[in-house]
């Protein structure tokens, strides 16, 4: 039963060579009679086996597939986890939606989602409102005039990770080194937290909260959604600690008070003029730890396989980086304008989020009837394009004016595009860099499976042989 629930997510948004789905929930029967066609499947359970099942194989996208060419390329029903939906696919769907956020969709979350991830005292409001919406002072912080600072950071750090745990090796699993390289960045960068028994500490207890985020949410001893909410409970008790320690130094104008995203939550005010609680804070820093986790790292994870597959595209990826890391010297540490430059990087990125999306999307529920593509979606309905030669590796599909609009959209659209996808960026080419710069490898397993449970995760961590280029410069 876990599978079903943690497969579930997947359904949501495809930023792949199928047209990216929305799925909007509802929670009462419409009178109107012309509801989108398909079928709401058993009792209780609707399709959720079906569909799980063509996760766990790892071809999520034939559960979509099949019922666009059954029952209509625009829009279909369906039903999983308890609820009704409609399946919006297409770039016209996109901009639809993207245009009417607030309006006709808000953003929902599963209501066990919330209890993992919210503080109690947190939890009550973000029942009766969503409230993972980001703050204010948020997309300002990741602005590129504030990211350009953490650019050398982000450099540093991923030198010294490949050096500590990749170098001394000739085999590593891409996978799980890419995840504690991010969760350790994250801390670094949003609460200044640098000490690497301290990050373990947190990043033990952070796995098993992922782990249950979206299992069955059944709260006793054992389950995996016991041991999660156990893990979050931890986790909050030791970021108050932090939080707390922070607001006293700012109160007392300390000098040595770090200048990052924690200093910034204290300080900001929300909507109301109000400054949040450290309830409400330390909720939102692990929201952002949980939105970083495992997107970056998948990113950077199944980059690294296309480019073993396509030696072509390793070579242009390699030329370009190697221009940049003598333009910086062997003792310089990456700048914004050298982030700028990754331009051929970037598009094998983008290319990489086109056939193996990190994040699926997020649910929406509608808040009024409304019609699309001549099918009434109901109050309450939750929700979640097409290329030429959809299935081929190319990131030529990115140069020049790119694909058309609302056709790939990794960081979604709208009021809620996500305010972190300068961060992302960033920390994926800083990333590559290091990587780039120093190794050639080949993959252990040619025929190594992925599954979804819910993000793409590669059977075996994807492991790789590495072979050291000899280059003076790094």
Not at 30 to 37: D, F, G, H, R, V
Not at 297 to 319: C, G, H, N, Q, R
Not at 339 to 366: C, D, H, S
Not at 406 to 414: A, E, I, K
Request: charged share 20%; aromatic share 12%; with cysteine.
């Amino acid at each position: 039963m876990d599978l079903f629930f943690s497969s579930l997510l997947h359904l949501i948004l495809f930023s792949v060579s199928l047209p990216i789905l929305f799925l909007i929930i509802y929670s009462r029967k419409s009178s109107n009679p012309k509801l989108p066609p398909g079928t709401l499947g058993w009792p209780v359970i609707g399709e959720t086996m079906e569909f799980a099942l063509a996760c766990q194989r790892g071809n999520p996208t034939k559960f979509v597939r099949d019922r666009m060419n059954k029952y209509s390329p625009q829009v279909f029903k369906t039903s999983l986890l308890e609820a009704n939906m409609a399946v919006i696919c297409g770039a016209s769907g996109n901009k639809f939606l993207f245009s009417n956020e607030d309006k006709l969709v808000v953003s929902w979350w599963q209501c066990s989602m919330k209890k993992i991830l919210c503080f109690p005292s947190v939890l009550n409001e973000t029942l009766a409102r969503d409230n993972f919406k980001p703050p204010t002072f948020l997309p300002q912080f990741l602005k590129p005039e504030a990211l350009q600072h953490y650019i050398a950071v982000m450099d540093s750090m991923a030198g010294d990770h490949i050096e500590i745990y990749w170098s001394p090796h000739g085999e590593v699993k891409v996978f799980p080194m890419a995840k504690k390289y991010s969760f350790a960045l994250a801390l670094q960068l949003f609460m200044s937290i640098a000490d690497p028994r301290y990050v373990e500490m947190i990043y033990h207890p952070f796995k098993i909260l992922t782990q249950g985020f979206l299992s069955v949410p059944i709260d006793i001893p054992g389950t995996a959604f016991n041991r999660a909410l156990k893990a979050s409970k931890f986790i909050h008790g030791e970021f108050l600690k932090i939080i707390r320690k922070r607001k006293m130094e700012l109160e007392e104008k300390k000098e040595s008070a770090p200048r990052d995203l924690l200093s910034h939550m204290l300080s900001a005010l929300d909507e109301n003029g109000d400054v949040k609680s450290e309830m409400e804070i330390s909720t939102q820093v692990i929201c952002l730890l949980f939105a970083t986790h495992h997107t970056t790292s998948s990113v950077i994870t199944f980059i690294l396989k296309y480019l073993a597959e396509f030696p072509d595209v390793y070579s242009k990826v390699l030329k370009e980086q190697m221009e940049i890391a003598k333009s910086k010297g062997p003792e310089g540490f990456l700048k914004w304008d050298d982030i700028q430059k990754m331009k051929y990087t970037w598009n094998v990125a983008n290319e990489t989020m086109r056939l193996i999306p990190p994040v699926q999307g997020t649910f929406r529920e509608a808040i009024t009837d409304f019609t699309y593509a001549g099918f009434t979606i109901p109050k309450g309905w939750k929700r979640s394009q097409v290329f030429p030669n959809p299935d081929k590796f190319d990131p030529s599909r990115f140069e020049g004016k790119g694909p058309q609009p609302f056709t790939f959209m990794p960081f979604g659209g709208g009021p809620r595009m996500c305010p972190g996808r300068e961060y992302a960026r960033a920390q994926v080419l800083a990333f590559i860099h290091n990587v780039v710069t120093r190794f050639k490898w080949e993959k252990v397993d040619p025929s190594e499976k992925v599954a979804y449970n819910p993000s793409p995760i590669p059977s075996k961590g994807f492991p790789i042989h590495l072979r050291p280029l000899e280059n003076e410069f790094i």
